[in-house]
């Protein structure tokens, strides 16, 4: 199914939808097949304009056994279509899904949609029973008649599917491309020829306004690629020490397919050794990333403060999950936010940013590098299995639009005699200067232990208390290089202010926009330092509701900081993304 | 290149380890081991990098004039993995504690030795926690009576030539702090070594546990308990060099040369770059009273490294890639135009 | 010093006075003697009535080498002593101190102080020249000469240190008593005959209102102590899993002394081995601790989530240190809380308690224990370095009036057939039962994983939700078992209150004595949950000054529970606890 | 006590590995051993704890009917240890995988060994991170392609078996996940053992690392390819059982027998009891295309364990003590009266 969602997300994208999408699978690499919690989804969502949202509610749902019926009927919209594998359906079938009379659709309360009850997989066979395939393979095409019978439907040419087949499978298995073509088109065929199917849908593309090239993208490639596009604009080599957890593998694996670029991937033991080694690559100058998911991030604390007190650039990425603990590793969530601002010991500021959508990654991801180097300072990124699975259209950007990235290298040589002071800073910024090891004549140590400018020990209670406010305050500083804070929508003063942060963006944006000019809506991507109007942004409310993935905890952190506004909380704890509607009914609630 | 002198690896910091503390004389060893490592491999000052954990050992940075990272606990060995592979140009000298290294650390360092990474670590086995003021650590013999075992330890020592063997180890030489000379040239062929290097300095904790490595350090009684391993010369040891390692069947044995039939014909001829792990892991197992404890270097043995791994693999994907810079790699795959 | 500082202490207890103790040692073992840096100081405060805190500045100083002096003079007070032996005062001596004149006093500013200049080394192997003693072991007897003279000057009996000597030497070296004794009786002597002296303090012990037995007991020692109590009181054994950290080490190590109550302590590899080692033993059904200080807690982030997950009691102590990352491992400081109250990953809340000063750190460790048992939870216990290396006249309790413990066990057998459900809860407390491996029929398995009521696997959205909810619910209402706030000092309502927390409570306490009653004062030992009539009490006053030596943590946690409150920050982050004096100035700044 | 069969060890819980995974047939194996196990030992079902940490095989507690633990990643050798110690009563067993003991729980993994903490450990070696969706391992060969090493690998991979002699073990066996029966009997044997007993059962991934132990596993070709050692055995192999090991003089080598002088007679005998960790090592050592792989137990000595050394330390404590209660102790020392 996941190959078959992507397929159709891809070629609708071609086509000129604007689309969102949303995989969503159990924990269980091959979970058992045919039971509830073994269903694995795709969801996809495509409209004309932007669609900033994998969608609630669906218009289509295919379910290829019981299962994936019980596990999603309630999803379906009240004119829905359902297309079922009747062959599936069997006694078998029914007593996995945990069905408890022999009629489905009744049991589920969806016997009022529109149903479409084939027998894919006997056509499917039929379909290929001369093609010489094996039978295992044929069935495995099941998807692609099924795909065939969803291009009729959304009146999709299968033109592109059927080139993907012929470039996907040209080289290892040309023999399948025939087959699989044959299945599609019979699919389509058998769609258009049942008179079940009421109604075909055309979504139309819209006249987009902004021409260029344009690409789909998973927001951690997309993680990925904006480090990369890091490393090119400061010259750095990329290094990425990471030890694999879901969802945030995909950007470890992205990169190590990017050698091409320089990039060096180390698989490291553990989430420890992955942020040490980073680390001590930063230390001898390279783009220093680590890339993990909530437990891993709990691994990294003690090792995030030794890049906050050694005052070295590092990227931490975070692809949130469901938590506490293992939790739930195949779903989404934002409750990594806390761990993110104070987990660690000591006074220890980090900065931290947030990205708002899978394609946002790519520029999150470069702010994220860009902030580090030239701040000296570890940077926390935030994502989320949401935005690091889901995927979006994203216009390419050209290289030349991005800027430099200079890191405030040591210059020139020292004066005989002279010593390097690590820790002296400039005035402005508070950065400190960075000297590489293979530098002449700059030698110097850094470390965990508190330190005065001049890189010597120190316990000196009056040193001890300065060190700490400057690295608060070099944190705090960043804020001078960010944009500020503008309207995502609505007036910009009011009754109410909708505040999201991450990846309730999409979300959030349309849920508003339902509601319409009496609300309005501002989204955060830089969490720590905060954009540097927001104060002043918030002045303009009387009240402000914060969205979140989690108990409250950006709402907390903004109560904290601005005492005495009127700050309240609409949280969601359920390893799932908000619905729309769910968002609507909240805000409409505060007004 | 100039030519160095110990003087230069000397920093302008106050050496703060206890008067009388073996780390001294390691310290003393590395600042005169890398003037003659500079001199063999052609490298400038400003290419070393000396990265430590926490404890009292983990100190010996400061006292370096190089470049150098005191990281945190147990984390040493992974801070140089990120040096040498982000910058293979760089050589990673380290130095950590028996708890650092082999408590909190032992992930890490068992790691980096099968990697094969291409640092030297020192490791100041004291056989107790210094820096927090003499609690038991892995190397502590069993029953040991310290801080955290006031009716001794119910534990196995680690021994750590043998957890490096089996970790698949290239090189591992061991000593004791006293021993300048050996340390000496331990330290540089561990630097000529190409790949991760662990040296074993037995070290003296006056404050928490003197005297633990007494009978192989006090000059009267030393000559019998230890065997001073070098490559293609003789296992033997002994006061009068009358003792010697031979291999009677299936084992190691140690005897008297002249006794039981035994001449120096029989005595075994060092091989420290044999690929039989067997026979190191035997030699690095050794200890009283039937054995002398080995010193010296006890396996060096080549094979791939990892930094060298990783650069190659970059630079030959480099060649025959398609996609030079991140504009080509944006278009990459599947894209569209809107026009 | 240490071993002086702490006879001079453990007599003028036995005498009566209150007192309050703090020594405060450089990083090394050995630091370089004679250097500022390597100076180990160790201060007494003695009073008639109930001490509070270690004092802000000294009546007497003593000061063996000119390092010392440097390091120290500033806290004396205008009317001081200063003693120092002369012998120490030599050309290398100040060189090393870093002295640029030849007059340290002058150099200083402490030239009008009461000077007692005293060639104590001359005078120490003088007094032991017949004593057959080795010169290195006569050198060691410095500070008891000295400690002799301190003896006259606050008009102390000798007796007691007798009495202590022959208990120390008697088994292992007999022959140094007599040695001892004199040179003690002759520094003694010495200050009684020499005329410099002008006036002798007397701290004439109050009238005791509280009978009984005392003793004195440092905060590392208190937390051992009522951990052991804790094991009695439930009948549970101890098992502690730790790894040694400074300041935290000293309560492994008192632990490993009491095998005979039946203490298990296992010194783990690492951190992360010494809280999961915790956690089986608490699968197991020990009482079980992990003890460490902040990197070592940072290590335990992933572990507590899971203890968290599994819902089993478990006290993990944090005796915290000087931070970020290494920081400054021997001084004090209260940064941990943030990390503490956030850092995990996901929703993960724990319950937090935290000391107040030596001895209540074993009341504070027994509730903790107590509190984790019956409430099926971890509980983070937050000590300090000034908490747990100082030290103060305890009156010593009945383990009759100390509750109970019972944990919320499984009674019984089960019905045949019947699984055990060990996520059900108790209707009223929210708390899981707890069944123990060997008992037979009540197999179920726990983990990091979400699962449901009866333990198994779940990823069902509402499950998660309600879970999530369920657990911070739990540790919200063991605010029922817990006492209300009460007033420390001042009016029950009025224009400010002053907030503290933790090992503050001393000099708090004594600031706004000093104050009076414009001022109230409480000082919270619970800090997750808050007691109950928190929201309440707030409401009485105007303004509300948290004080804490911290950038403002509990102050930031109390804005995000009580939005509309003012509240204020006084903090201090030098690695050392606060003055009175800058207590009362701050206070009074906000009146 | 009831006789268990292995029923009695099955939950109700679904089994959710792929079809045709490895690990399927090492749960039967211990559902079946641990019956046997029971009847031996005398142990009841309740006295039973399956620990794990995460990944595919660390599933298994769930199908076990015992009690279980699903702890964190690479935690689970140290959850157990505390398990053991807090109640030396109970029998802990747990599972895990490559990447859970040796990557990210190896220092756990290497300090229980050392302790020789009294837990049966079920290391199930795929050579791949399952869980995640394939990616390489400690334990992945060298050059292997996964989703982290597009271009190979250029890493050493552990022998795990060599890693657990390294840091002292005292019991160590391999195996294959087909092989039930031979995995009956490893089985068996650890729980006997009185110690850290590692079993390395050579599983197969079908979905990210299908085929990696094909050479082993394969019945045309296994016999060739693998020698099952039992204590007090020849070490004869191959189909026709006409191949054996012998030792040369200093290794091991594989003869044919027969051939080149060589006769049964000649045939080494297994004896895993040895002390002699040499021979230990150079048998967990072998691997093709010279020598058999060894399956079976490969080392089982005895010696003093962890949990035991507490135990008895804490009695004999107790039985010397003078403080028997909180009370007695908050009163020792000094104190004084206020009247
Ligand atoms: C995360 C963490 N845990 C514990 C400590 C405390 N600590 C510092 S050094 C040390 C052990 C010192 O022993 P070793 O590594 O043998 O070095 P030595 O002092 O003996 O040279 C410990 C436990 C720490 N600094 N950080
Ligand atoms: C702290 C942490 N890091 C990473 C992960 C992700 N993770 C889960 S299982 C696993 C490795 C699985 O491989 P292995 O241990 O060999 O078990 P297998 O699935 O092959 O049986 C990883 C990396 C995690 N759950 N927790
Ligand atoms: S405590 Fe021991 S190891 Fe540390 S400096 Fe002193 S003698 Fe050396
Ligand atoms: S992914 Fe591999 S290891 Fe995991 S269950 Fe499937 S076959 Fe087994
Ligand atoms: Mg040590
Ligand atoms: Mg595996």
Redesign the interface.
Known sequence: MQLTGSLFA?MS??Y?NGLSTFPDY???????HG?V??VSGFQVHIGSGKVNTPGDFCDLLVAMNPAALKANAKWCKRHAMILVDEDAFDETGMKKAGFLTDNPFTELGVEDRTLIVSPITTLTKESLKDSGMDPKAILKCKNMFTLGMACYIYSRPLEYIYS?LEKKFAKKHPEVIEPNKKVLFDGFNYASNIQVIPNTYTVVPEE?P???????ITGNQATA?GL??AS?KSGL?L?C?S????PA?AI??EL??????????????????GI???????????L?VTTT???G???K???M??A???ELPLVVVDVQR??????????T?Q??L??A????????PMAVIAAHSPAHCFDAAFQAAKIALEHMTPVMLLSEGFLGNGSEPW?????KDYPEIKPPFVQGILPEGE?FRPFERDPETLVRRWA???????????????KNHAG??S?D??N??LM??ER?EKVARIARDLPVLTMQHGPASGALLVVGWGGTYGHILTAVREIGDAVSYVHFDYINPLPANTEELFSRFGKILVCEL??GQF???L??KF?????RKFN?????PFLVGELVEAIQKEM | MATLTFKDFKSDQEVRWCPGCGDHAVLAALQRALPKVSQALGYDKERYVVVSGIGCSSRLPYYMDTYGFHSIHGRATAVSTGIKVANPWLTVWQACGDGDALAIGGNHFIHAIRRNIDINIILFNNQIYGLTKGQYSPTSKFGAITKTSPYGTVEHPFNPGSLVLGAKGTFFARSLDVELKLNEEIMTAAALHDGCSVMEMLTNCVIFNDGAHKTLSDPSVKADHTVVLRHGEKMIFGKDRDRGLIYDGKKIRAVHIGEGGFTEEDILVHDAHTDNIGIHMALADMKGPDYPVALGVIRDVRDITYDDGVRDQVKSVMAKAKIHNVDELLRSGSTWEVE
């Open positions: 891809d994208a071609i000129g159990p924990a269980e690499i091959r979970a058992p039971t919690s073994g993907y987009h902004e021409k260029g090239t344009y690409r789909n690629w990369l596009a090119e080599p290094f020490g030890y694999p957890i879901t593998t470890l694996e190590a397919i990017h050698k091409s670029l320089g990039a060096k991937t180390l698989q490291a033991e553990d989430e420890i050794a040490c080694t980073a680390i001590g690559a930063a230390y001898a100058g390279n220093a998911s909530g437990p991030l709990s691994l604390s003690e090792a403060g030794l906050v007190m050694a469901g938590g506490p603990s293992t939790g739930l590793p195949t779903k969530e409750s990594d806390n761990q601002l104070f987990g660690r010991n000591g006074e220890c216009k390419i950007p050209s290289m010593k590489l090891p293979g530098q002449r004549g700059f030698e110097h140590r850094v470390g965990g232990l508190e010597v020990l316990t209670p009056a001890h208390a700490v406010a608060a989690n108990s709402a907390d952190y109560r904290a005492p005495g506004r009127d700050i969601k704890v359920q390893g799932q």
